[in-house]
């Protein structure tokens, strides 16, 4: 089969490989699409501690059942499917109480087990014995699938946030995340929606597919002293950091309102993972701030449930479908932010 290859920073070569043999307790799965997401763009050009060379990466993956192996039911070849991402131990108190995501042995399909960059991807016996394979409708289209994974992560971002009408909602990074939540906050009535960036390409990319009361070029202006005159002095009810700068988590915090809520959304570069935090703002104006990281099978099936329905409309969030000889050119766009979000088709 055909595969995107990982071999070291910067190096990706796509070339026949070896078709995985489906095991007992396994399944086949023939890839329709994955996406690319930022963490491909980071180990395409950095690496990373739990993706191997030579690895095939990628884990936002919508396709087909081929094969089921010895012992595997509940499920039929021909039937389209999502993979869930993150596999957990199954036996730590996060994984009994669903959370795989929080796993203190977490490991995840497309960075420890071979993920969706080829024609082919194997589910291990632990991945599907844990329950990450998602039945999904014949009418969804495999591009639109693809999105479950990040719509669910953004899912598990808004959990905590408890967005309501009348709130003020500020989306810090105009990448395919901060969209995604730009349009899961509009969906909980959000009554006013600010989506900032430093990149004025970006910013007018997403101002030609999605509404939103201000959108704020920060490098051109101050976005606290913006989303302040925005709010008549009183701050954001709700700030997203969606993007992986030091700059915004800190302009966060100053810009939110009394008794905002904060998410940490996206993280830090590990080599430089702290900012200035100044937690009088917290104290005085009872501000909680939260972080997140993945999903887990529930919000799987919501966000696949919104995508199936087109509640959540994912063909406004795909500018680019490329095949896999695409791949480096694809992760290249990306990373300059001229494209939104690029799927890749095997």
């Not at 993150?86 to 071979?114: E, W």
């Not at 900032?196 to 002293?225: C, G, Q, W």
Request: hydrophobic share 40%; glycine share 8%; net charge negative.
């Amino acid at each position: 089969m055909k595969a995107a290859v990982f071999l070291a920073p910067e190096q990706m070569v796509v070339k026949e490989v070896e078709e995985p043999q489906c095991g007992p307790g396994e399944v086949k799965v023939k890839v329709g699409a994955c996406a690319i997401c930022g963490t491909d763009v980071r180990i395409y050009f950095n690496g990373q501690k739990n993706v191997k060379p030579p690895a095939i990466i990628g884990h936002e993956i919508a396709g087909t059942i081929t094969e089921l192996g010895k012992d595997v039911n509940g499920f039929s070849v021909g039937q389209k499917v999502c993979v869930i991402t993150p596999v957990g131990c199954g036996v730590c108190k996060f994984c009994r109480a669903g959370m795989h995501n929080l796993c203190v042995d977490f490991q995840a399909v497309g960075y420890d087990f071979p993920g969706g960059f080829a024609e082919y991807v194997v589910l291990n016996a632990r991945t599907v014995q844990q329950g990450n394979i998602l039945p999904m409708a014949d009418h969804v289209p495999f591009d639109e699938a693809a999105l479950v994974e990040p719509l669910s992560c953004c899912l598990n971002g808004q959990l905590y946030l408890d967005i309501g009408i009348g709130n003020s909602v500020v989306i810090i990074g105009a990448g395919p995340s901060g969209c995604m939540h730009l349009e899961l906050a509009r969906s909980q009535g959000a009554t006013k929606l600010m989506m900032i960036d430093v990149a004025e390409e970006k910013l007018e990319l997403v101002k030609s597919r999605f509404d939103a009361d201000a959108f704020i070029d920060s490098s051109k202006e101050d976005p606290v002293e913006r989303v302040m005159a925005e709010t008549n002095g009183l701050g954001a009810d709700v700030i997203i950091v969606a993007c992986s700068a030091h700059a915004p988590q800190q302009q966060a915090l100053q810009m939110a309102a009394k008794r905002a809520r904060v998410s940490y959304f996206a993280g830090l570069p590990k080599d430089k993972p702290t900012i200035e935090f100044d937690s009088n703002l917290l104290h005085y104006r009872e501000i909680s701030v939260f972080g997140a990281f993945a999903s887990h099978a529930t919000e799987y099936q919501s966000a696949l449930d919104l995508v199936s329905s087109r509640r959540v409309d994912a063909r406004k969030l795909t500018s680019e479908r490329v095949p896999l000889d695409g791949i480096v050119d694809a992760i290249r766009k990306v990373r300059s932010g001229k494209t939104l979000k690029a799927v890749v088709l095997p």
